[in-house]
């Protein structure tokens, strides 16, 4: 594996590795403070954050590594008007492996394509964020002692939530697992998310509207932030924003080892009375963070090369099958397409018989 793009890049096998690596790293921190000594991470952050960057940068410090990068677009040549290959193909002169995030959907494949070290997708728009993800099953296995037999309720913004829809992924691929999807529905998962992760695979969901109704059965509740920046109309983030609220009251009917987490940041959908309560996971959840991405790190460096070929790494994204490149344009505002100088437009069929094709960098559907 040359780079993390997707949460589905990794195998069960591989994802169960990185948890014994970070779990390794949680008991023996001596053991690897000087793993990564010589070697240099970039941060590349085009839109805020605080846990995840800092997470990346303290793991490689950790590892005793070194940082560098930047914490929004307007701090790099972005602001000029450089592409994301470009700034990607610079970045490459100077550091080892990449750590990206970027408001556009897909970004991170671009960057893959040009880059000749390894990139790892700290979250592309609404799409993935799959380091999320394994900090989120580091938590639950941490917790729970298993990642398997789990009744998880997934509340708030699931159709912007790109944590949810990795870790829905991620999911998919452990038996035992029940779904409630809980949310206004205006928020709801995304149709292709339903038809070709949870109806393709058989794992049983239901669709709810509030907390009371589900929380009774669940073993994990994974709160989220209704997320302004993904509105475009401000009225409608104004009606949706205090959809769901999750307080001592609403936990009465809780298990008692109910491991309630969030991705952080929160605004108001927790309130701050539940971070007492012996079953609020969501800041032990952060400290994770740092350990998986330190078990990340170690992986990606140990295994791709520092030099590939000419052509950039290799990229998961070429390994869907059949293609359709510029016959069909993606015209979702949220695209890295929308964006990037002279981008290839790429679509695969998921449905050939129908003319159904699905973007490869957004995953935005069309009929042709």
Same mark, same amino acid.
């Given at each position: ?87 990607i193909r610079t970045v490459n002169c100077y550091a080892d492996i990449i750590a990206m995030r970027h ?85 709801c998962v995304p149709e292709y998310v339903k038809t070709e992760t949870l109806d393709k695979k058989g ?7 509030? #907390? *009371?109704?589900? @929380? ?13 920046? $993904?509105? %475009? ?54 400290l994770c963070g740092k350990f998986i991405r330190m078990a990340l790190i170690l992986k990606l460096l ?36 929308? #964006? *990037?100088?002279? @981008? ?13 094709? $699905?973007? %490869? ?8």
């Amino acid at each position: 594996m040359s780079n993390l793009i997707d949460i589905l890049d990794l195998s069960v096998e591989e994802i169960d590795g990185l948890i014994a690596t970070a779990n390794d790293i949680i008991e023996n921190p001596g053991k690897y403070a000087k793993a990564c000594e010589g070697k240099i991470l970039a941060t590349l952050f085009f839109e805020p954050s605080t846990r995840t960057r800092l997470s990346f940068e303290a793991a490689m410090l950790n590892l005793g590594g070194s940082v560098l990068g930047f914490s929004e677009a307007g701090s790099s040549s972005t602001a000029k008007g450089e592409s994301v290959a470009d700034t990607i193909r610079t970045v490459n002169c100077y550091a080892d492996i990449i750590a990206m995030r970027h408001p556009k959907e897909g970004a991170p494949i671009v960057a893959a394509k040009a880059s000749r070290i390894p990139i790892i997708n700290a979250g592309d728009g609404g799409h993935f964020h799959p380091t999320q993800t394994l900090t989120d099953l580091l938590t639950i296995s941490r917790h729970k002692g298993r990642l398997n037999n789990l009744t998880i309720g997934l509340c708030g913004d699931l159709k912007f939530g790109r944590t949810v829809h990795s870790l829905i992924a991620a999911f998919s691929r452990y038996s035992g697992i029940k779904f409630v999807l809980i949310s206004p529905e205006e928020l709801c998962v995304p149709e292709y998310v339903k038809t070709e992760t949870l109806d393709k695979k058989g794992i049983p969901y239901k669709e709810v509207r509030t #907390i *009371e109704e589900a @929380i009774p059965e669940l073993d994990i509740l994974y709160m989220t932030r209704i997320q302004r920046e $993904r509105f %475009a109309d401000p009225a409608e983030y104004e009606r949706l924003k205090n959809s769901f609220v999750l307080d001592l009251p609403k936990l009465e009917h809780a298990k008692s080892d109910l491991c309630i987490m969030h991705p952080l940041p929160r605004v108001n959908e927790i309130s701050t009375k539940v971070d007492n309560d012996p079953r609020a996971c969501y800041f032990d959840q952060m400290l994770c963070g740092k350990f998986i991405r330190m078990a990340l790190i170690l992986k990606l460096l140990a295994e791709t090369p520092m030099l590939l070929s000419a052509s950039g790494a290799e990229c998961s994204c070429n390994e869907h099958g059949e293609e359709l490149v510029n016959k069909v344009f993606c015209d979702n505002p949220r695209c890295i397409t929308s #964006i *990037e100088q002279e @981008i290839d437009h790429v679509f695969r069929y998921t449905d050939k018989e129908n003319g159904i094709c $699905r973007c %490869a960098y957004c995953e935005a559907q069309k009929k042709i």
